[in-house]
């Protein structure tokens, strides 16, 4: 999809997606799995976050208001989407969760400590799954 699609269909996903996150509705059982996942979300535990719901709260309200840079169909799942974020700024992050630079230890062994990978995966019948919440890989 193009960029001006992707503003389009994201425009129509914001709204539920919002509903969705706000209701804690969203699996995000692949936070405490994948091995990039566990090492952003145990940064903002040593950070005070307890929850990870809390720092996923937290990364949609500088995501939704940033148009994705990828829509595409979920090739894993039928009638869902990809939405992905390639680096959301984690300054932005924190501030949403009252953590300062200095409370907050990013993890080690990562090129782009600044930006965070965010990748969801949206289906029209109301669900939502949190598939990835890391530290970036690329710049941008």
Not at 21 to 42: G, H, P, Q, R, V
Not at 123 to 129: P, Q, T, V
Request: hydrophobic share 40%; charged share 30%.
């Amino acid at each position: 999809m193009d960029l001006m699609m992707n503003k389009l269909f994201f425009n129509v996903l914001r709204n539920r997606i919002q509903e969705i996150i706000e209701n804690w509705e969203c699996n995000i059982y692949l936070l405490s799995d994948a091995k990039k996942n566990i090492d952003l979300m145990n940064a903002f535990y040593k950070s005070g976050i307890r929850e990870h719901y809390d720092v996923l709260e937290a990364t949609w309200k500088v995501a939704k208001d940033i148009c994705p840079d990828e829509i595409k169909d979920d090739n894993q799942r039928d009638t869902f989407a990809i939405v992905v974020w390639k680096s959301l700024p984690l300054e932005s992050i924190l501030r949403e969760l009252d953590i300062t630079d200095d409370e907050f230890l990013a993890p080690e062994d990562y090129e782009y400590k600044d930006k965070v990978y965010f990748k969801l995966s949206y289906s029209f019948r109301e669900r939502l799954i949190c598939l990835s919440l890391h530290l970036a890989e690329y710049g941008s």
